[in-house]
């Protein structure tokens, strides 16, 4: 079975501080790991996935196997970063593979 | 880009009653479709795979008597909660899956069923 497991239901910073929100996984195989974030009164939208090995909107994350992580980094949190951050997982297989969502990390960052 | 649409927004309906929402992709084609239930500050669980041309595959707990899912056309899934009652009320949102690389899922903006 797969499960997503983000720690944190709230994260509350203030601007300019660092931010790190934490995901782990389980997951036999070799996953692929997404972020997706939701702003307020929006659809849920892709952030990044570990593939891609991209920084989006100054955030990062990097996938650690040993620890099962793939925590989400941002050196200088901005007030429009504020938003609901959900990690995610997919066992892969092709264009029908499904995702498995963590509970979320509602972040706040404070002017 | 890659939009995806659902019909209707919000809907409240009587309990006994069923209900139908829409789940579009409006500038690509989607063999497959995903519909997910939230309930409140919660996240997201997969209720059930839609494929189109074919039944769609349930997860373990859904009940697929009571959510029938139709996708009769690479740009259209629908989900019917048949005999509704108020503990069914929740935000349904469904995603498309782009056939690109890499391949993502495009999530609708949902739906909000109130069932008194």
């Known amino acids: 079975a797969q499960r997503v497991t983000q720690p944190e239901k709230l994260l509350s910073v203030f601007k300019g501080a660092p931010v790190e929100l934490k995901c782990n996984y389980s997951y036999s195989g070799s996953p692929e790991l997404f972020w997706y974030v939701q702003y307020s009164r929006q659809r849920l939208q892709l952030l990044l996935r570990?593939?891609s090995r991209e920084s989006i909107k100054g955030f990062t994350a990097d996938l650690n196997k040993g620890e099962t992580s793939f925590h989400l980094k941002k050196p200088f949190a901005q007030e429009e970063d504020s938003a609901m951050y959900y990690c995610?997982?997919?066992?892969?297989?092709?264009?029908?593979?499904?995702?498995?969502f963590g509970k979320g990390t509602l972040l706040t960052v404070n002017p | 880009g890659a939009v995806v649409s659902q019909h209707p927004s919000w809907v409240i309906c009587k309990s006994g009653t069923s209900v139908k929402i829409e789940c579009r992709s409006l500038?690509?084609?989607?063999?497959?479709m995903f519909w997910y239930r939230q309930f409140p500050k919660q996240s997201l669980m997969l209720m059930a795979t839609s494929n189109e041309g074919s039944k769609a595959t349930y997860e373990q707990g859904v009940e697929k008597d009571k959510f029938l899912i139709n996708h009769a056309s690479l740009t259209l899934s629908t989900l019917t909660v048949t005999s509704a009652h108020p503990e069914d009320s929740s935000f349904y949102i469904c995603?498309?899956?782009?056939?690109?690389?890499?391949?993502?899922?495009?999530f609708g903006p949902g739906t909000r069923l109130t069932v008194t």
């Open positions: 995603s498309a899956a782009k056939p690109s690389i890499p391949y993502e899922q495009y």
């Open positions: 995610a997982l997919s066992g892969g297989g092709g264009s029908n593979y499904k995702l498995t």
């Open positions: 570990h593939i």
């Open positions: 500038d690509f084609q989607a063999t497959t």
